[in-house]
């Protein structure tokens, strides 16, 4: 206990000398994500809207320091003011009412000359899905003037600004939050999607006045942020509680179309905004289908492993959105066993996730079907042990067109 103690100590000691009042500033944990097939965000932050972002050779994501930097998206130049992407965290200790404080980063804005990069202080979360943030004015612009230290090499630059505190700070944004459009060639984006990016890595807050101590939960706070790893979902708070399925509300899109211009606004006006549909795709026959492999069962049972269930939760969440028409859960095995064995055991498995599904309300209101393979679909070669093993799984066929529905 005295170990323990002394350890608490020296660690509270550290904070307090260093002072920085954001969670995983480097961006160096990484946060083990309960998303069903999702890329999250490093632990402590959140991404708006909430999908991972890639960048092509033509923009390296090199950090400027350590492993790890992340992204945001200034504009889009085939969606202008649509699909920027902001990135956002809890501040672990509230800000003193008329104290001052010094918020620097690393930054790397590639080839734009402009740095197109802001902050917002706010006492509300802005939720993916739920808030949009051009609609917030920022508390902090950075540009050439903020900058004050530079590397030719590695192209990064530290900026700093200070704010001044209104003692109602809870959350802070990074984006770029202007509503006027950015406009830009091809050749300046960093996909193919038409992204214009900035790299950022080091983020500071820390207070001006020396004085000033960390708060007394300051370890609580950073413990409950790396604690929230399913949240990469779109109306996912940081204090959303997963087992509470009872506050799910369903059967209603969670997305519009991406950004539509009123022709009947003249002059440049501002645009009407509305949600960006996330990039999904669906082949030809309007299906999408989203496994769930051997590991999620015990050898030769049918229950769902408790572990893997917090994945099934994630996938429920970011199905929704999708509105499909039918539901479709096929079971398969390796050819260990006969043939009726095996298809008895698939039907069963494809059966318990598609109970488990059920626990929501839109899972349970659309048609459905079970249908047990058995042996008869094999990914791979069942000659070896790997090859079995990705034998054995559940597919979930998501089905855009009901008339495209799997035949038996």
Not at 57 to 79: C, L, M, T, W
Not at 179 to 197: T, W
Not at 324 to 331: E, F, N, S, V
Not at 372 to 383: A, I, Q, S, V, Y
Request: contains cysteine; glycine residues 4%.
């Amino acid at each position: 206990m005295r170990g323990s103690i002394v350890i608490l100590f020296f660690f509270l000691s550290t904070a307090l000398l260093s002072q920085n009042f954001i969670a995983n500033p480097g961006f160096e944990d990484i946060n083990e994500c309960e998303e069903f097939g999702a890329k999250c965000a490093a632990e402590a932050w959140f991404r708006i809207p909430p999908y991972d972002l890639t960048v092509t050779d033509k923009a390296s994501r090199s950090p400027h320091k350590g492993k790890i930097s992340e992204i945001i998206v200034v504009e889009n130049i085939f969606h202008p003011l649509a699909r920027r992407v902001y990135l956002y965290t809890k501040i672990l200790c509230p800000l003193i009412k008329g104290k001052k404080y010094q918020l620097s980063f690393f930054l790397n804005n590639l080839n734009q000359k402009g740095y197109l990069i802001e902050a917002l202080f706010s006492d509300e979360e802005l939720i993916a899905g739920k808030k949009n943030p051009i609609d917030y004015k920022p508390d902090l612009v950075f540009t050439v003037e903020q900058e004050i230290k530079k590397s030719e090499e590695s192209k990064w630059k530290k900026v700093q600004s200070i704010y001044k505190a209104s003692g109602k700070e809870k959350f802070l944004t990074i984006g770029y939050f202007s509503k006027k459009e950015i406009i830009a060639y091809r050749k300046k984006a960093s996909n193919k999607k038409g992204d214009i990016v900035i790299l950022l890595d080091d983020i500071q807050l820390i207070p001006l006045d020396k004085n000033e101590k960390v708060c007394i939960d300051f370890l609580d706070q950073k413990d409950k942020l790396y604690q929230q790893n399913y949240r990469h979902t779109n109306k996912i708070s940081v204090d959303h509680i997963p087992e509470d399925r009872s506050q799910k509300i369903w059967n209603k899109n969670f997305f519009d179309k991406p950004l539509v211009k009123d022709p009947s606004i003249q002059n440049g006006a501002t645009a009407i905004l509305k949600p960006v549909l996330p990039y999904r795709s669906w082949n030809k026959k309007d299906t999408l289908i989203f496994e769930i492999p051997l590991v999620a069962f015990r050898f030769d049972q049918i229950q769902i492993k408790i572990e893997f269930q917090k994945k099934l939760d994630s996938f429920a969440l970011q199905i929704e959105y999708l509105n499909p028409k039918k539901i479709q859960y096929l079971g398969h095995t390796d050819n260990m066993g006969s043939i009726e064995y095996n298809q008895k055991l698939s039907k069963k498995r494809a059966t318990a996730v598609q109970n488990y599904l059920n626990q929501y309300d839109f899972f349970k209101n659309t048609s459905s079907e079970v249908i047990g393979k058995g042996e008869l679909t094999p990914k791979t070669d069942n000659k070896t042990f790997k090859g079995r093993q990705l034998n054995r799984r559940v597919e979930i066929v998501i089905f855009k067109n009901k008339d495209n529905f799997y035949s038996k």
